[in-house]
Nanobody
């Protein structure tokens, strides 16, 4: 069974950048679409982005288009979320999740495997 682990969160100033990573040490992610979600306090979990197993298809929420980039390195069994021009409203716990298809919109109920999350805080 997949055991996804996120890393790379932290505290950053508005306008700054972070790169999140999602990896699995035991099983290959090659056959899975991977998505990033986020959940802020008191809000529903929001789909941020997803990438197909080949990396050929990506989707983004409107709120992050042009600022976030999802990518994957199957040789390293890792998926990345590069986050630039961060805003205070990007503050949330970010989760990665795995399923077979990267679809639009990115919906939480379509993903079967989840990581524990990493906190991203954007504040001056």
């Amino acid at each position: 069974q997949l055991q996804l682990v996120e890393s790379g969160g932290g505290l950053v100033q508005p306008g700054g950048s972070l790169r999140l990573s999602c990896a699995d040490s035991g099983f290959t992610l090659d056959y899975y679409a991977i998505a990033w979600f986020r959940q802020a306090p008191g809000k529903e979990r929001e789909g941020v982005s997803c990438i197909s197993s080949s990396g050929g298809r990506t989707n983004y929420a409107d709120s992050v288009k042009g600022r976030f980039t999802i990518s994957r390195d199957n040789a390293k069994n890792t998926v990345y979320l590069q986050m630039n021009s961060l805003k205070p409203e990007d503050t949330a716990v970010y989760y990665c999740a795995a399923d077979l298809i990267c679809d639009e919109p990115v919906l939480a109920n379509e993903y079967d495997y989840w990581g524990q999350g990493t906190q991203v805080t954007v504040s001056s």
